[in-house]
């Protein structure tokens, strides 16, 4: 686990490979199902993550899209049954109640969001498409509708594909540049890039998120991640990683 700092009794990190039961391709902690991985290791897997979180945690159906589903604690305590595998489809959680949510990723920007005293957070999925859509302010609104004033909210921009890797065809790169600036960029061997961290990080600060933090990590040079992009140069399918955040009791 990477785990971040969001505040008093906030419990949030992003998971790493490591822990799981899943073979190779995906080895070992994969959290995503739809990636051809057997289901039954990836409940196990979630279980493992949910055991770190202290809480079940719930994921969504990710489309690239803008959609934010708010997720509470009704059922959490079914026994015998576990989580669903998924509350539907979004690509942004928000948590009330003290219920855990999570963002599967391998390549796009896990977000982590909270405001504590307002007992609420978030989980964003942010890859180019949802980006530029602007998943980032539709996942903001949501939790000021829950309670959370922007001021207060601490954010994290978890493990990704970096500016200086994540290189794309040159009109793609103005595409998103021309809602996104701050995600202009050039890869380390001079091509055309997109800094998705960076666009999500102006993204938060334009919301008015009062502390923005980021880990730093590039998902296709840190391979202690699952990384889409690596794994597809090397011919092989892969995992996905979460990003985890929830309330302490
Ligand atoms: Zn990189």
Do not use: I, K
């Not at 785990?3 to 490591?18: I, N, P, S």
């Not at 015998?80 to 796009?108: I, Q, R, S």
């Not at 504590?116 to 602007?134: I, Q, T």
């Not at 922007?150 to 103005?174: K, L, N, Q």
């Amino acid at each position: 686990m990477l785990e971040v700092d969001l505040g008093a009794g906030v419990r949030a990190g992003f998971t790493t490979r490591a822990g799981g039961v899943s073979p190779h391709p995906w080895d070992s902690l994969n959290l995503g199902l739809g990636v051809r991985d057997d289901a039954a290791r990836v409940r196990e897997n979630r279980a493992r993550a949910a055991g770190w979180l202290g809480r079940t945690a719930h994921f969504a159906t990710q489309v690239h899209g803008t959609g934010v589903a708010v997720v509470g604690t009704a059922g959490d305590a079914d026994a015998g049954t576990g989580p669903a595998d998924t509350v539907g489809e979004a690509d942004g959680l928000v948590g009330v109640d003290g219920a855990g949510v999570g963002v599967l990723v391998a390549d796009c920007v896990p977000v982590l969001l909270a405001d504590v005293p307002a007992r609420v957070v978030g989980a964003v999925h942010a890859g180019r498409r949802g980006l530029a859509a602007g998943v980032v302010p539709a996942v903001v609104r949501a939790m000021v509708r829950a309670g959370a004033d922007p001021a207060r909210v601490r954010a994290v921009v978890g493990p990704s594909a970096c500016g200086a890797c994540y290189e794309v065809p040159a009109t793609m790169r103005d595409e998103v540049a021309a809602t996104r600036p701050a995600a202009w960029s050039t890869t380390s061997w001079g091509t055309a890039a997109l800094d998705l961290p960076a666009g999500v990080a102006a993204d938060l600060a334009a919301c008015g998120v009062g502390d923005v933090r980021r880990t730093g990590v590039c998902t296709l040079e840190d391979e202690r991640f699952y990384s889409h992009r690596r794994a597809a140069r090397s011919g092989t399918t892969t995992g996905r990683f979460a990003g985890l955040v929830a309330l302490g009791p």
